[in-house]
C-alpha cells in the first residue's frame, strides 16, 4: 500500500472508533447537506485524500461524515468535496460562538432580525407547521412549575436496576424531535447501574395518569400519559465520558407515536438560525434534583443566561469545553441537575416569512459541577454541531 495513504488510514483509525452499525450504500447526508451514499471510508477517496493533509477543519469533516461501522469499517457519507462549503470559517465559528453583544452593531441586529429560516432536505423531520409548537406556561431550582401543555416534546426516560432488573423510575430526560426518535444525552444510554426501559410522552406529574391541574376553580386533564418500549439506542460513536464531548444520542421507539396537544416535536436548528446573543435567557425543564435534593414529580422549568465558553473553562477547574459544547447558568440557586440529564436546553424564535415564533433546541443537558452552586453554570451539548448526524440516524421509514 501507498505510504502516504497508509498513513492517511492510520489517521482515519484513530478518527473512527465507533460501535454504531449502518448498511452499506444506504442514503445519508453531508455535511454540506448533499445527498450521497454511505459508503467504507477506504473507498471514498475524496475523504481520505483531504485527510491526508492534517488539516483539522478535513478531520472535524470526516467526523461529521461518520454514518455508521460495517464489519468494524468505518463508514462515512461520501459527497463530492472532503471540506465544508455551505459556509465559510467565519460563518462556522459564528455558530460555534454566539455573537458578543458588544460587538453586534445595529445593522447587524437588523439582519439577524431578517433572516428567513432555511428548511431541512429530510422527510425524517417535522416542518414547522408541526415543530416547536404549544398549545398556548416544588421549583427546577429557582425555576417555576410548568402548565399542564407546556413543552409537549418534553420525555421522561424510565429505567430498571441492574442486575436485579428492579423498576428505578425516571432518571433522565429527553426531548421527542420526530415521531419516532428522541434526542437525550450519551451518558443516559451507558449507565453502568441502570438500563433504559421505555419513555413516557404526553408527561406532566409522574405520580397522575391522566395529569391534571387545578385552575382556579377549574380542572383541566390532559390525555393519558403514552408508554414506549425502546427499540435501539444510539449514543454517539465518539462521547467521552471523561470530558463530556458528543454526550450526545436518539432513542429509537418501539413504534410510531400520535401527535396530540400534549405530545408534540421540538424543533431542530436550521443552518442559518441566528445565534442567540450572550447573557441571552434559554430556557431548560425536567423532572430535576429541586432545593430539597429530591426529584420533582411535576415538569419544572427555568431560564439561565448563555455564557462564553471561556467563562466556563475559568468556572470549572480549566476542564475543556470544546466548540461542540455550550456554556449556560451560574446563578445561586438556577441550574439543571441530575434528573434532567438529556432533557432540552431551548429558546423560541420568530421567523420572518410567516411571524411564526416556535420552540428550537440550542443544547443538551451534559455535565457541571455540583447542583446550582453559585458561580458554577453548567455544559451542555451543542446541538447545531449534530444535526448532520442526527439526520444520518434516523430512518425516514
Request: aromatic share 8%; proline share 5%; glycine share 6%.
Amino acid at each position: 500500500m501507498n505510504g502516504r495513504i497508509s498513513t492517511c488510514l492510520c489517521i482515519v483509525a484513530v478518527i473512527f472508533i465507533s460501535d454504531v452499525i449502518a448498511q452499506k450504500d444506504s442514503d445519508c447526508f453531508t455535511p454540506n447537506k448533499e445527498s450521497a451514499k454511505c459508503i467504507p471510508i477506504r473507498s471514498c477517496k475524496i475523504i481520505v485524500e483531504a485527510v491526508r493533509t492534517r488539516n483539522q477543519t478535513a478531520i472535524q469533516f470526516a467526523r461529521d461524515s461518520q454514518c455508521g461501522v460495517d464489519d468494524g469499517i468505518p463508514l462515512v457519507c461520501c459527497g463530492t468535496t472532503g471540506y465544508y462549503t455551505t459556509a465559510s470559517d467565519d460563518f462556522v465559528l459564528s455558530i460555534f460562538n454566539p455573537p458578543d453583544n458588544k460587538k453586534t452593531s445595529q445593522q447587524e441586529k437588523k439582519e439577524l432580525e431578517t433572516v428567513i429560516l432555511q428548511t431541512f432536505k429530510t422527510k425524517a423531520l417535522p416542518d414547522r407547521t408541526v415543530c416547536g409548537l404549544e398549545k398556548d406556561d416544588n421549583r427546577i431550582w429557582g425555576g417555576t412549575q410548568t402548565e399542564l401543555d407546556e413543552f409537549p416534546w418534553m420525555v421522561a426516560l424510565e429505567y430498571k436496576r441492574k442486575p436485579d432488573n428492579e423498576l428505578a423510575g425516571v432518571r433522565c430526560g429527553g426531548s421527542l424531535i420526530n415521531n419516532r426518535y428522541v434526542l437525550t444525552a450519551a451518558h443516559c444510554l451507558l449507565h453502568r447501574e441502570f438500563e433504559l426501559t421505555n419513555v413516557r410522552l404526553g408527561e406532566w406529574d409522574l405520580t397522575m395518569d391522566p395529569d391534571c391541574q387545578t385552575l382556579v376553580a377549574n380542572v383541566e386533564c390532559a390525555d393519558k400519559v403514552v408508554k414506549v418500549d425502546v427499540a435501539v439506542q444510539i449514543p454517539h460513536p465518539f462521547y467521552s465520558k471523561r470530558t463530556g464531548n458528543n454526550d450526545i444520542g436518539l432513542i429509537r421507539l418501539a413504534k410510531d407515536i400520535s401527535y396530540s396537544d400534549y405530545i408534540r416535536p421540538i424543533c431542530l436548528p436550521p443552518e442559518n438560525l441566528p445565534a442567540p446573543p450572550y447573557n441571552s435567557l434559554l430556557t431548560v425543564a425536567g423532572w430535576g434534583i429541586t432545593e430539597n435534593n429530591t426529584a420533582s414529580d411535576i415538569k419544572l422549568k427555568v431560564d439561565i443566561p448563555l455564557l462564553t465558553n471561556d467563562i466556563c473553562k475559568e468556572k470549572l477547574d480549566s476542564k475543556p469545553v470544546t466548540a461542540n459544547q455550550l456554556c449556560a447558568g451560574g446563578d445561586y440557586g438556577k441550574d439543571s441537575c441530575k434528573g434532567d440529564s438529556g432533557g432540552p436546553l431551548m429558546r423560541t424564535y420568530e421567523d420572518q416569512k410567516d411571524k411564526q415564533s416556535q420552540w428550537y433546541q440550542e443544547g443538551v443537558v451534559s455535565l457541571g459541577v455540583g447542583c446550582a452552586r453559585a458561580g458554577y453554570p453548567a455544559v451542555y451539548t451543542r446541538v447545531n454541531r449534530y444535526v448532520n448526524w442526527i439526520i444520518n440516524n434516523i430512518s425516514e421509514e
